[in-house]
Nanobody, 129 residues
Framework: QVQLEESGGGLVQPGDSLRLSCVVS????????MGWFRQVPGKEREFVAA??????????YYSEDVRGRFTISRDNAKNTVYLQMDSLKPEDTAIYYC????????????????????WGRGTQVTVSA
């Protein structure tokens, strides 16, 4: 069973940056799209960003709320996916989770959590003055 471990969260001020990392324990990591989601207590899990298994700037997809501020990337040699978060806002406060698209080499990136598995414990991001 695939296991994912997120790290890099913390308490920052508005306008600051954070870089989240997610290490994936799976030999076939390079064949799966990856996504980042976030969740606030009492609310549904929300899509943040996704990257295709091949990586590359052309193969990324973002929610409207984070487009232009966040950047998703991956290093297939390290089985790791990243989320660079710039110009953070208080409304970005949430627990951030990475997940694997369970469809090998899926043609399209999806924002729907139903296509993802391997949810880790998440990492808390708090943006507050």
């Amino acid at each position: 069973q695939v296991q994912l471990e997120e790290s890099g969260g913390g308490l920052v001020q508005p306008g600051d940056s954070l870089r989240l990392s997610c290490v994936v324990s799976e030999v076939a990591f390079a064949h799966h799209n990856m996504g980042w989601f976030r969740q606030v207590p009492g609310k549904e899990r929300e899509f943040v960003a996704a990257v295709k298994y091949l990586g590359g700037s052309a193969n990324r997809y973002y929610s409207e709320d984070v487009r232009g501020r966040f950047t998703i990337s991956r290093d297939n040699a390290k089985n790791t996916v990243y989320l660079q978060m710039d110009s953070l806002k208080p409304e970005d406060t949430a627990i951030y989770y990475c997940a694997r698209d369970k469809r090998p080499e899926a043609r399209y990136l999806s924002p729907d959590p139903i296509y993802y598995d391997g949810w880790g414990r998440g990492t808390q991001v708090t943006v507050s003055a």
